[in-house]
């Protein structure tokens, strides 16, 4: 009897484990796509690149990723280049 409740309770806490281990992979973590560091999902910057993992829509206001072409909320054309445009101090 012992046995049969000791074997059940360690089958208890593999899948405890094992569901665990599935979730910590899933979310909270993920890459960043310029340097490959792993970085917490909520980064709006890599701190290892220092690049824009994620910026807010001009338009909307929404997070969407610096690499997307246009925002999927409002449409608007998600311009990447801006901030080489807008620190365009005029060098001329
Ligand atoms: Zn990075
Ligand atoms: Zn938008």
């Not at 980064?43 to 829509?57: D, R, V």
């Not at 608007?76 to 801006?82: A, D, F």
């Amino acid at each position: 009897m012992i046995i049969v409740q000791y074997i059940i309770l360690l089958t208890l806490i593999y899948l405890v484990l094992k569901n665990k281990d599935k979730s910590k992979l899933k979310d909270e973590k993920e890459k960043c796509v310029y340097c490959g560091n792993r970085i917490d999902s909520n980064f709006l910057y890599c701190p290892y690149c220092q690049e824009t993992i994620k910026k807010k829509c001009d338009s909307c206001g929404k997070l969407i990723y610096s690499d997307w072409r246009l925002c999927p909320y409002c449409e608007k054309e998600n311009n990447k280049e801006e901030s080489y445009y807008g620190a365009n101090r005029n060098n001329y």
